[in-house]
Nanobody, 123 residues
Framework: VQLQASGGGLVQAGGSLRLACAAS????????MGWFRQDPGKERAFVAV????????DYADSVKGRFTISRDNSLNTVYLQMNTLKPEDTATYFC?????????????????WGQGTLVTVSS
């Protein structure tokens, strides 16, 4: 199982970025996928999750209305469109494969973390 996140970078507050996570080594269309973010010295925090079919999504309250998770099962890729970015969105963003679905998902519900992509939002 491999997950390769990309698309991070430096952006001004109010700007947008689109992250992508390319998956390989497993049946991508059978698994929900999620995005988490982490600041140095802090725990990894849930951002968004999407079901295997793409019909169901969930978001952390801090990103609702600004971020959109989507997937293309034909490309084995999950995306995170981030709009109206804020300095507090600065973090390394990770994608992961969901092992179990529940409300208030946490890192323990996911595995196969990618290497992460750094997002820096300047004020």
């Amino acid at each position: 199982v491999q997950l390769q996140a990309s698309g991070g970078g430096l952006v001004q507050a109010g700007g947008s970025l689109r992250l992508a996570c390319a998956a390989s080594g497993f049946r991508f269309d059978l698994y929900g996928m999620g995005w988490f973010r982490q600041d140095p010295g802090k725990e990894r925090a849930f951002v968004a999750v999407i079901s295997a079919s793409g019909t169901s999504t969930d978001y952390a309250d801090s990103v609702k209305g600004r971020f959109t998770i989507s997937r293309d099962n034909s490309l084995n890729t999950v995306y995170l469109q981030m709009n109206t970015l804020k300095p507090e969105d600065t973090a390394t963003y990770f994608c992961a494969r969901r092992l179990r679905a529940r409300s208030n998902p946490g890192p323990g519900d996911f595995d196969s973390w990618g290497q992460g992509t750094l997002v820096t939002v300047s004020s």
